[in-house]
């Protein structure tokens, strides 16, 4: 990861999406915020590009053509440098049994559209934020 002009690690996220227009504003807007971004206009291509590609995160639409939003996400989580990636997916459908569904079959987050751009912002910040180190439970702590 190359560093922004503030020290910090750039973080690559994806976004994949069949509608072209949703698929700009997405890109557009966390580019704005500070992230690189990766689009695909559907899955197929998206599974391409991970395998050369370290993301630290998947937004994908729950309907496409061939392959659905957590029929991706199950496919994204096979490619081992990717096993652990967080994949947020958003749907017009945004039902609990959606929502169910997707999280027995590895997503993460389900955001219903209209997307409310502050609130996803604020799941790509807390889905790739790096995690606390852990302590060292064989060292005890002194002062």
Known sequence: MAPTEQG?????VMVVDDDEATLNLLGTFLRRNGYRVITAT???KA????????????????????????S?????????????VPVIMITAFGSDEVSDKG???GVAMTLAKPL????????VGFATAEP???KDAQKPETD
């Open 8 to 12: 910090r690690p750039v973080i690559s």
């Open 42 to 44: 559907n899955p197929v």
């Open 47 to 70: 599974l391409e590009l991970l395998q050369h590609e370290d993301v630290r995160l998947v937004i994908t639409d729950l309907m496409m053509p061939h392959v659905d939003g957590i």
């Open 72 to 84: 991706f996400t199950q496919q994204v989580h096979q490619i081992p440098r990717h096993r652990d």
């Open 103 to 105: 999280m027995r079959r």
């Open 116 to 123: 409310e751009l502050s609130k996803l912002l604020d799941l």
């Open 132 to 134: 606390p180190p852990k």
